[in-house]
C-alpha cells in the first residue's frame, strides 16, 4: 500500500525486474522459462539481455496505453556491471537515470525478513541456502553498482533496518524532493 501511495502521488509506473522476470518463467511456451528458473534458485543474475527485453517491454506497453507515463521506478534493476551496460546500450537516449534508492540493510535482518516472506510466498528463493548466495552475489556485483551510482552523486540511501513507517516517512522525503 505505501509503495502504492508513492507512485500515485508522484506518477510513477512501478516495474520489478523480479517480477517480470518470475511472471516470464511462468509464461506457458517461454523460451526464457527453465533459464531464470535455474538463475533465480542458483542466487544468480539472469542475463541482462532477458531482463532488459522484459523491462524494454514493460516500458513500451505502458507509454503505448498512455503517453503520459513515462516516469518509471525500476526496482531490483540493475545489479551488475552487465546490466548496467546492457541498459546503456539499450536504453542510451531512451531514458534517464534520475536517482537510485538504496534500502541498506543489515544481511541477517534481510535473511530473517526473506525467510518470514517465504512462508506464504512460494517463492523457491526464499530459503537460507538461496539467500546466502543471493548476498554473496549481491557483494561480489551489485554493490560496485552502487558505488558506482555515488560516485556521480545519484544514490538516496534509506536505513532499511528502521520499521515499515520511518522507511516510508524517509522515502516520502527523497521522492518530495527528487519528484
Avoid at 544481511?107 to 537460507?128: A, F, Q, V, Y
Avoid at 532499511?160 to 522525503?173: I, N
Amino acid at each position: 500500500v505505501c509503495h502504492e501511495f508513492i507512485l500515485f502521488k508522484y506518477g510513477y509506473t512501478h516495474l520489478s525486474a523480479g517480477d517480470l522476470l518470475r511472471d516470464e518463467r511462468k509464461r506457458p511456451g517461454s523460451q526464457y522459462g527453465e533459464l531464470i528458473e535455474n538463475y533465480i534458485k542458483e542466487g544468480e543474475i539472469v542475463p541482462v539481455e532477458i531482463t532488459i527485453s522484459l523491462l524494454k517491454r514493460a516500458m513500451d506497453q505502458t507509454m503505448a496505453a498512455n503517453s503520459q507515463k513515462n516516469k518509471f521506478l525500476i526496482d531490483g534493476f540493475p545489479r551488475n556491471e552487465d546490466n548496467l551496460q546492457g541498459w546503456n546500450k539499450t536504453m542510451d537516449g531512451k531514458a534517464d537515470v534520475s536517482f537510485v534508492l538504496f534500502f541498506d540493510c543489515d544481511n541477517e535482518i534481510c535473511i530473517g525478513r526473506c525467510l518470514e516472506r517465504g512462508k506464504s510466498s512460494g517463492r523457491s528463493d526464499d530459503n537460507r541456502e538461496s539467500l546466502e548466495k543471493r548476498i554473496h552475489t549481491y557483494l561480489q556485483s551489485t554493490k560496485p553498482i552502487i558505488d558506482l551510482y555515488e560516485r556521480m552523486g545519484k544514490v538516496r540511501k534509506v536505513d532499511a533496518s528502521k520499521s515499515v513507517d520511518e522507511v516510508f516517512e524517509k522515502v516520502v522525503h527523497i521522492f518530495d524532493k527528487e519528484g
